[in-house]
Structures are given as structure tokens and as C-alpha cells.
């Protein structure tokens, strides 16, 4: 009788130890963005497109040493779909006078990185496009100086639609 | 109402632009070394009687330049840096009363006057 009655005990305390009730439920719902494409341009400052220096009247034209490159950053995926120069020192074709120098620029067909994806770890980087702008300046011309020698520089911006 | 639809389906998904700017320079040289290439002989009548005269002008530089002019029966040879010969061993009647030389990069010119 004294051991049915301490089962009985145990059994009534193991009981009262487990939950009431055992299951999982689930409520779905949506998450949604709208995600804006762009670039941004990436240059920390303006480089400059130097054309050293040019003699009047030379025979032959003047090329920059160095080219440069303007960087944009885009949305993985966005393939940027032409580009142009401002029209405010010269054509939207990249040409323009300096010191009475007609020169010409040109941009190079988009060179593309591609950035990594997002994951749960990371939020993963931008496609990496970049141009390589040159330019070129006729032979045989006079220019514009009141004196020996002069120096001229404006700046011009590369125009990049996606 | 199905036109605006066709020109929706045609429009690109996306558009914008982003700019960049860059710096453009140049210096310009606007005085170049002059260019002697042709060279004359005259006469010009002074208060002290008739000289004649060697003048070279900018003009466009024959491919072989003359080294040699005969003025007044005085022949001057300039070679680089060297005279061959003197004004004054063949002279005859006249003097030389004042010439130069002045050189160039790539060539010498000679300017003199004389009166006789």
C-alpha cells in the first residue's frame, strides 16, 4: 500500500512537470522593397587631363600623357547604357577650346567589376564601372596668349545615363 | 489607352545619370624660335654712301639652306662655328663697316653692312 501510494506521488508530480500543451504555428507575411537602380560617381576629387604644353603653331598634335579614369559606382546589374560630356565647356561630344586650343575628348567603352551579391552575412558591394578619358589637340594652331606663355584648365564632367 | 500602354512596355525599366568631373589643362607656348631661312642683298644709300645689305627674313625654311652669299664681291662661308675666309682679304674698294653673326639651333645667319 505504502509503495502503490508513492507511484501514485511520483506520478502525479512528473505530471504536473509537463507542459500543458506541445505544437509550433506559423503566420507568414510579406517583406517588399523597391529598389532605385543608380550609380554614383566614385572620383575623390576632380583628376586632371593635362595636355603639358603645346607651341604654337606645332606640327603635330597634342595628346595627354596620361589618361584618366572616372569610376562610378552602380547597382549590380545596371549596365550603364551611354555616356556624354557637359555642354557647359564644350559639347556633350567631349570637344572644347582652351587658351584658344580646340581640343577633343573621348571616353572608352565602360570597363565593369562586378560587385558581390548580398547574403545574410554581408551586404555585398557595387558593380565597379570605370572610363578612361583621353583627348587630343590638333596640330597647326595658333591659340590665345597676350604673352609668352599661358596656362589655361577648366573642367569638364563626364556624363554617365543608365 | 493601348497606345499609352506600348509606349510603357518601350520605355526603358530605368533611367538616370551620374556625373563625374575631371580637369582639363594645357600650357601654351605662343612664342617659337624664329625662323631664318631666306636671306636677300641690297643696297640702301646712307648719308656716307651706298651699303649693302644682308637681310634674312622668317620664311619658310628651304630644306638645304645656302651657306654661302656673294655681297658686293665679298664671299662669307659660315660653316658651324667656323669662318672660312675674312671679310677684309677680299675686300677690293670696299670695308666692311659692321656685321654680326647670329645663330640659331640649327643654323647660322649672317647680317653685315658695307659701305664703300
Known sequence: MNTKFRLLAATLVLASAIPASAGTVSNGF???VNLSSRCIATNASAPTLDFGTYTAFQGSAAAPATPVTMTFDCTRGLAPVSVAFDTTNGTAAGV???????????????????GTAAS??????????????????????????????????????????? | MAFAALILAFSPAYAGESASRLGVSVTLHAET????????????ILPQGVAATVT???EPVPKQPARSRVVSSVLFHIS????LGTADESMGLGTVTSWRVIRLANRDYLEMMVGW
Open chain 1, 96 to 114: 572644347g577650346v582652351l587658351v584658344g586650343l580646340q581640343y577633343s575628348l573621348s571616353a572608352s567603352s565602360a570597363t565593369t567589376v562586378a
Open chain 2, 33 to 44: 624660335p624664329p625662323e631664318f631661312g631666306a636671306c636677300k642683298t641690297g643696297e640702301v
Open chain 2, 80 to 83: 658651324r662655328g667656323t669662318w
Open chain 1, 30 to 32: 510579406t517583406v517588399s
Open chain 2, 56 to 58: 634674312c627674313t622668317p
Open chain 1, 120 to 162: 545574410t552575412s554581408t551586404i555585398g558591394s557595387a558593380d565597379a564601372v570605370s572610363y578612361s578619358v583621353t583627348g587630343s589637340m590638333p596640330a597647326n594652331q595658333a591659340g590665345t596668349c597676350g604673352a609668352a606663355t599661358c596656362a589655361g584648365s577648366h573642367t569638364r564632367t563626364l556624363i554617365v545615363t543608365y
